[in-house]
């Protein structure tokens, strides 16, 4: 089957196809050291030709694994779920277009954070771009349909997405229905259009192809701010979670909240500290010890304020009034990049809080002013002390890094956070981990956990243990109610509901309606595994009641 699928691509123009062989070459690095192997791989250059390949899949009931950028870290990379698969690599596809009347860009999936900021700087229209912690080399439709999020205005990235156009898995086109019905204005206006909504089943699907797709991109405000927190105490942190909820309600132009832990704040210094080769309980004294000398609070905030100026001016106040618990610093762009030009020349025995977020802060600046900064992804590189400063060619999964994210989400209440705390650094400790903790808000009734799992990745035996260790904190934080926002390819198995499942039927039954062989994303948040085949079993077996 395979061979002769490859056999037909290889007459395809507009695409550079590659075996097994090549393909694990060029794709098969993982930050996460899963070895899920693609079958093959295309890489498109050309969009034209996807309709073809996929009607060639269909015909030889060959998988495909679409991805816009392939660097997914932390989730699998590039790899595909299913070893059965083709990668269809979409990444040199970067056209982009901005419209300045509805503050949109007609993106094709390569395009990348930097490119995005390139065409906005181009067309002079003031536009944000959705950045996140993966830099300038980002795919901007990759992380969206994966569900990712940042600390811009519109924190969630698929819902800044207003039109989606592609292919279903069978080969049927889709767009946005106001397209259709020659309304196309309002198509960049109102994502919903009329009738059923179906671009839900691009996010985290396994349906279909998105061959092009419109962003909303939020105008730069007259006015932000980047705030800093500072908890004493993780007492302290847990008796400001009722009103960081409420002020998340209460003040619009809030964007995500970042809570780090000590050991997190740690991470992300020059120096490294992580690389220390202690262990165990020394390990941990050094790091709390460290962080006292470095006057690390035991948890630092990160937020930011976007409106018109009397708005953010406000909300800072209101802020400080009702956050008890917490000391707050409130900085605007003009007085970080006052304090760039002049923090050399302050005496060395003051401005101690300045110097300690002063990194945090420039790279915030980026976040807000709606620039891709490279600076986010030394998190990955923190096990290694000759990693000083990365450069835009950084690529985690090439350079040998090893990192796990572990992403669920929980209640935002100061319970849950205390919680949390114990039960995620209990079984990153028994692991062998450091607790490398932050809680994101994402609205204001749920916070997103992020934790990274940082390993030695030449190392087989750490690798066993980094993955042991992703399956228990998956494990354990379902048994206590907080489902993973987004998973890694190597772990789709922990989240899938049992095959009998009303959830399972509905995606067995979408499946067969719009990708009958089984041709995209393969597993991808699949109930069952793709081998057992089910997708193709008859509808009446699908619709059979079940005893409950
Ligand atoms: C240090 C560090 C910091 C990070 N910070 C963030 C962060 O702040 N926010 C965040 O969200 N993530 C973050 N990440 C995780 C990840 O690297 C990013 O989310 C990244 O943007 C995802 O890779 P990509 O954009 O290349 O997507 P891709 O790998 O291209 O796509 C992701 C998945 O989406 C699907 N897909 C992609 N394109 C298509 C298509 N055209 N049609 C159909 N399906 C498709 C595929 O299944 C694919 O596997 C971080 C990772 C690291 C290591």
Redesign the pocket.
């Known amino acids: 089957m395979v061979t002769s699928f490859i056999e037909a691509l290889s007459r395809l123009p507009g695409i550079e196809l590659l075996d097994g062989k090549q393909a694990a070459t060029a794709y098969g690095q993982d ?1 996460g050291g899963c070895r899920r192997l693609p079958a093959g791989a295309i890489a498109v250059n050309t969009a034209g030709t996807i309709r073809e390949i996929l009607a060639l899949a269909n015909m030889h009931k060959t998988p495909l ?14 790899l ?1 779920v299913d070893s059965r698969s083709f990668i269809l690599d ?2 040199r596809l970067r056209g982009v277009q901005i419209d300045a009347d509805s503050c949109t860009a007609l993106i094709e ?1 390569g395009v990348t954070q930097a490119d995005l900021h390139a065409a906005i700087e181009r067309s002079g229209v003031r536009l944000l771009v959705p950045t ?3 830099g300038p080399n ?6 969206a ?6 600390l811009t205005p519109v924190a969630d ?1 698929f819902e800044a997405v207003c039109e989606f156009e ?1 292919f279903w898995g069978n080969g049927t086109p889709f767009r946005h229905v106001y397209q259709e019905m020659a309304c196309s204005e309002m198509a960049k206006r109102w994502t919903q259009g009329i009738g059923a909504s179906w671009a839900g089943l ?1 996010r ?2 396994s349906f ?4 092009r797709a419109r962003v909303q991109l939020a105008r730069v405000p007259e006015a932000t701010r980047i705030l800093v927190f500072e908890w004493k105490s993780d007492e302290a942190l847990e008796a400001s979670q009722a009103a960081l909820s409420a002020l998340t309600e209460d003040i619009p132009g809030i964007g995500g909240i970042i809570m780090m832990n000590d050991a997190r704040v740690l991470s992300t210094q020059l120096d490294a500290p992580l690389a220390s080769p202690l262990k165990g309980d020394a390990r941990v004294a050094y790091l709390s010890q460290l962080a006292r000398e470095r006057k690390v609070s035991p948890w630092t905030g990160l937020g930011t304020l976007y409106g018109s100026r009397d708005a953010v001016a406000g909300s800072v106040r209101d802020v400080r009034r009702r956050l008890k618990h917490c000391t707050v610093w409130s900085f605007s762009p003009a007085q970080i990049r006052l304090l760039q030009k002049t923090l050399h020349h302050l005496p060395k025995w003051g401005f101690s809080a300045l110097r300690r977020h002063f990194g945090s802060l420039v790279n915030t600046l980026g976040t807000v002013e709606g620039y891709p900064i490279v600076a ?5 590189y923190a096990l290694d002390p000759s990693v000083k400063t990365l450069t835009v060619a950084a690529h ?1 999964a090439k350079d040998g890094v090893g ?1 796990l ?1 572990y992403a669920p989400l929980l209640p935002f209440t100061a319970g849950d956070v205390k919680r949390y705390r114990r039960v995620m650094s209990d079984c990153l400790g028994t692991n062998g981990f450091d607790p490398l903790l932050a809680v994101t808000s994402r609205s204001s009734r749920a916070l997103s956990g992020t934790i ?1 799992i940082l390993f030695d990745r030449s190392n087989p035996v750490e690798v066993e243990r980094a993955h042991h260790c992703y399956r228990e904190l998956v494990k354990v934080g379902l048994a206590n109610g907080w489902p993973p926002y ?1 998973i890694g ?1 190597n772990y789709m198995d922990l989240v899938a509901c049992r095959a009998d499942s009303s959830n399972a039927k509905l995606q067995r039954l979408l499946k067969q309606a719009l990708d009958g062989n089984g041709i ?2 393969s597993g ?1 948040y699949a109930h069952q595994s793709p081998e057992a085949g089910l997708a193709r079993q008859a509808l009446s077996d699908v619709l059979a009641p079940v005893d409950h």
């Open positions: 930050t694994w679409p991805i816009s950028g392939g660097r997914n870290f932390g989730y699998g990379t590039s595909p979409l990444s999936p996140t912690g993966v980002g795919s901007i439709l990759g992380n349909l994966d569900g990712g999020y940042g990235h592609g691009l985290q699907g279909g192809v998105v061959t986010f992804l030394k998190i990955a985690p990192i994210w990274p987004r390819v995209v994303a991808r």
